[in-house]
């Protein structure tokens, strides 16, 4: 059962450009959850995801971010018009569809997003 | 809102040191509270998770306590190993299964 998945690892963009983030949640899990890990800070939730519906986006930027969970295939962070303050380890977590989600996250290896 | 806090943020032990590692946080409304690992540029791993409900778990040398009234807990390590090295993350769910973490605590294990 492979854990969660996230591609690419690394991710190198220019300011200005846009970084696309993906997600594949563990099988069988619905939830996807996005963090966001600036250095020397913790981890700060961005947004809660089920398939077709994000149900808490109270952490996500209101410019220039967004997230989906389309129905097929995986969850997109997606960030337009990066800058340098973007530059951050992205991690996403995913739970399976159990007591509303209050079961145990299971981290992917995070994409490392470098604005240059 | 919640605030979780761990410190120190940094800690050095010589190998087989008993350790614990503490955590607050300022709510008690939770649903649970976990201990993460993460190694250097990698992702957490979960070690152990508390339902608000319980006082502790164990597993394998690791032991976490909670005392949801007072907002706190401990992450106990026995007889620590040099490969136990790594950043201690707590994180306390609250509404909508959203974790709040802590910033950590790097041990290092000397040999």
């Known amino acids: 059962n492979a854990g969660v998945m996230q591609n690419p690892r690394h991710l190198v963009r220019r300011r200005g450009q846009e970084a696309r983030l993906r997600c594949s949640p563990m099988?069988?899990?619905?939830?996807v959850y996005w963090y966001r890990q600036l250095p020397e800070e913790g981890l700060k939730f961005m947004v809660y995801l089920q398939k077709e519906n994000i149900i808490d986006e109270s952490g996500m930027p209101k410019e220039r971010f967004s997230a989906e969970f389309p129905k097929e295939g995986p969850s997109i962070l997606r960030i337009q018009q990066v800058v340098r303050g973007d530059s951050a380890a992205y991690f996403c977590?995913?739970?399976?569809?159990?007591?509303?989600?209050?079961?145990?996250?299971?981290f992917g290896p995070g994409t490392r997003l470098t604005v240059l | 809102k919640q605030e979780v806090t761990q410190i120190p943020a940094a800690l050095s032990v010589p190998e087989g040191e008993n350790l614990v590692l503490n955590c607050s946080f300022t709510?008690?409304?939770?649903?649970?509270l976990q201990w993460f690992r993460q190694d250097p540029g990698k992702g957490l791993t979960s070690l152990l998770l508390i339902q608000s409900s319980q006082r502790e778990q164990t597993s394998g040398r690791l032991n976490a306590s909670l005392d949801k009234s007072s907002g706190r807990s401990t992450l106990y390590i026995a007889a620590s190993q040099p490969g136990d090295s790594a950043t201690y993350l707590c994180?306390?769910?609250?509404?909508?299964?959203?974790?709040?973490f802590g910033k950590g605590i790097t041990l290092s294990v000397r040999p």
């Open positions: 977590a995913s739970s399976p569809p159990l007591a509303g989600g209050l079961d145990t996250q299971y």
């Open positions: 709510d008690s409304a939770i649903y649970n």
């Open positions: 099988k069988g899990h619905s939830h």
């Open positions: 994180a306390v769910t609250g509404a909508n299964s959203k974790l709040t």
